[in-house]
């Protein structure tokens, strides 16, 4: 009888081990699965769309070794929810902070996005690309600055 129970057991515990295996659940996504259903949606008319307040911010005339700071606010007009996957400035100079949560239909969220203008001068134009789930898959927003050299002139023009 104890044999019996203790073979029993055994068996409990290694079903257990082997069915109870430590996976994460983004491993088993089938991205040929999430780009058909993407499909799917858009052949519906179900995905997010993105709107901008506004698509380029121009700074105006500021001084080099300024940060400066906009805010953009971004609407989805879609039918489904709008992620922002990335958002990546085309230099190091300018950096955006963007929602990391799904933005529902109807609703807005807001993207700073801050521009140093160490080591530039002159006229300057930077784009902040984001990585999203709308049909044309990437977005981009422009900002502009006409920045004036320090008084010293130690500083190179860079653009």
């Keep these: 009888m104890i044999r019996k129970t203790f073979g ?3 068996v409990a515990a290694l079903v257990l081990s082997t069915s109870c295996k430590n996976e994460n659940a983004s491993d088993k996504i089938n991205p040929e699965n999430v780009a058909k259903a993407e499909q799917e949606k858009a052949a519906a008319g179900e995905l997010p769309v993105i709107k901008f307040n506004e698509t380029e911010h121009d700074f105006g ?21 709008l992620i922002i996957i990335n958002a990546q400035g085309s230099c190091g100079c300018t950096v955006p902070e963007w929602p990391k949560e799904p933005i529902k239909p109807g609703a807005s969220a807001d993207m700073k996005v801050t ?4 080591g530039k001068t002159g006229q300057q134009q930077k784009t ?14 422009t900002i502009k600055a006409n ?13």
């Design 8 to 10: 029993m057991l055994a």
């Design 61 to 81: 005339t500021i001084n080099e070794g300024d940060k400066v700071e906009t805010t953009f606010s971004i609407t989805n007009e879609g039918k489904a929810d």
């Design 115 to 118: 521009f140093n203008s160490s």
């Design 128 to 141: 902040v690309t984001l990585t999203t789930n709308t049909a044309e898959g990437t977005e981009k927003v």
């Design 147 to 159: 920045v004036t050299p320090k008084a010293d002139g130690t500083t190179p023009a860079v653009h």
